[in-house]
């Protein structure tokens, strides 16, 4: 058994590109303090999401388990009650699982409800949470309307009222807006805005506080065993970072956009209808993303100096060598990329994402400072988080595998050879620009080491060679000198999507015990 460690930090943000990180290439967005992360674990470079949308793309990351399985495909489809999280696998063994920040689960209210469950107990919480202590719960994305339909009450804007921030709403009014030369308050959701300031300070900002909540965490948790899911709601949109921070870059840093008319000529018809979109059209527009890029690289900024004071924090209390450190996103962001803004589909920026993992064992002393280039998918920390905790394994239900071999230096002969994520697009007006059901409108992608494919129910496939073309730029899916390997990648698909684990009430054991219990209980069944 592998010689459990006591923590596990977590941190997450949000709409996070791979390759915003000088870590991990970028040259001219400094980010020191997740570098030395890098430096002291495993960087991993082919590590990739089960959705690029927020909501799916979290449930799989706290369930272990494919969206084409747990069923929660949007962000606002609620996770299924009877889906276990990471929360629900870690309380057996003593961890105190908690969140700080956003996880955009959805409580399955129906289910609780048919059950007789209350979200105030303690087990209707957990339900309700996803499996997390909401010891900071926060999603972000309250503008007016929003808060009043969440009830009209956030934390964090009692606290920023506490800071002399007036209004209902100093989310909206000061953290995620800027103020004009008249005084005027201009908005964070008008991109034109994203150049400017907040109105908050720096101090009271979203990534500052929720770094602040988890060192208040830590403290409180003493010495219990934790797990504490530091979730930063930024660089997602609005796209507004306070000062100084709106203004450390300019066009001299950003990074070439990636685009090429060969993409808008004759695409896909899926690909074609989000890049008709109003947010691809609009960041397809120079000046909206020289605008935007200040503001997204400025608050990757800010996230890297919050967490070089944690850390700084964590050293001076004597945990760090007993802790776990994970560093990731739940998505990438187009930026204009593609002629797209958001994410949502399935090109390298909007899918593959960063993945640090530093293991404080002495197992993984050999792998420090060092890349690992073999696919991981984000169901892959919840069986790794529980191998290094002691819990129970539950191979009946968990989808992903333990990274703990490759954190030890060993990649095992087995490894996938290939990485999987999907989409549910009913929600978008790319499906009814299309005029398919909101059952059909699904999208699933299978890569490997050299291609690409994305196949769209009722349409054709895409097909991308990733060794002659790693931009994404020529879609080979409707080329009939390349159908043998979309069918052969189709089959594979197929094959991934059979190898869902959806007997989940019963583990692998146990079934096959009941071989032989008809004649242990007189059930006599073909005896002549």
């Not at 997204?296 to 919050?306: E, P, R, T």
Request: aromatic letters at 10%; hydrophobic letters at 35%.
């Amino acid at each position: 058994m592998t010689k459990r460690i006591k923590n596990i930090l977590f941190i997450m943000a949000d709409q996070l590109r791979w390759d915003y990180l000088s870590c991990y290439g970028h040259p001219h967005l400094h980010t020191p303090h997740i570098d030395a992360l890098a430096k002291r674990g495993v960087t991993f470079d082919g590590a990739y999401v089960q959705s690029p949308v927020c909501g799916p793309s979290r449930a799989s990351c706290y369930t272990g388990r494919t969206v084409f399985s747990h069923g929660a495909t949007w962000n606002f489809v609620p996770l299924p009650i009877g889906e276990k999280t990471l929360g629900e696998y870690l309380a057996p063994v003593g961890v105190r699982t908690a969140v700080v920040g956003k996880t955009h689960m959805m409580a399955d209210k129906e289910g609780m409800a048919r059950l007789g469950l209350n979200a105030e107990t303690e087990i209707g919480m957990l339900i309700s949470q996803p499996g997390f202590e909401p010891f900071e719960r926060d999603d972000g994305l309250h503008p007016h309307r929003g808060l009043e339909m969440r009830g009209g009450k956030l934390r964090y804007n009692d606290w920023l009222n506490e800071q002399g921030y007036e209004g209902k709403n100093p989310w909206n009014d000061y953290v995620n807006s800027a103020e004009g030369d008249d005084g005027s308050v201009l908005s964070g959701w008008e991109l034109r805005h994203s150049s400017l300031p907040a109105r908050v300070k720096e101090q009271h900002s979203e990534t500052a506080y929720m770094t602040q909540r988890a060192k208040e965490f830590i403290a409180d948790a003493g010495d219990t065993p934790w797990l504490c899911h530091l979730s930063y709601i930024k660089p997602h949109w609005p796209y507004i970072a306070p000062a100084p921070y709106h203004a450390m870059y300019g066009p001299d840093t950003f990074l070439p956009v990636i685009r090429d008319e060969r993409e808008r000529s004759d695409p896909n018809p899926v690909y074609g209808a989000f890049m008709n979109a109003s947010v691809a059209q609009t960041f397809s527009r120079d000046e909206v993303r020289e605008t935007v890029l200040p503001a997204y690289m400025g608050l990757v900024k800010q996230i890297d100096d919050h967490i070089g004071d944690l850390f700084a924090h964590m050293e001076q209390l004597g945990i760090m060598d007993e802790t776990m450190i994970v560093f990731t996103s739940d998505h990438g962001d187009y930026l204009g990329d593609h002629w797209m803004g958001e994410k949502e589909l399935f090109h390298e920026v909007s899918v593959r994402v960063p993945l640090i993992i530093v293991d404080p064992r002495e197992q993984a002393d050999a792998t420090r400072g060092t890349r690992n280039a073999d696919f991981v998918e984000a169901i892959d920390l919840v069986p790794t988080f529980m191998e290094l905790m002691d819990a129970p394994p539950a191979p009946h239900r968990l989808e992903g595998r333990s990274l703990v071999p490759l954190l030890e230096g060993d990649t095992p002969d087995d490894w996938r050879d290939a990485v999987f994520s999907e989409i549910d697009y009913a929600i978008y007006p790319a499906r009814e620009a299309l005029d398919v059901h909101v059952s059909d409108a699904r999208g699933y992608m299978l890569r490997t080491e050299r291609w690409k494919l994305v196949y769209f129910k009722s349409f054709p496939s895409q097909l991308f060679d990733l060794e002659n073309d790693p931009n994404e730029f020529v879609d080979l899916g409707r080329d009939p000198a390349h159908a043998s390997v979309v069918e052969e990648l189709k089959d594979k698909l197929f094959r991934r999507l059979l190898d869902r684990k959806n007997r989940v009430a019963m583990d692998d054991e146990t079934i096959a015990g009941l071989r032989n219990i008809e004649d242990k209980v007189g059930v006599i069944i073909g005896r002549w």
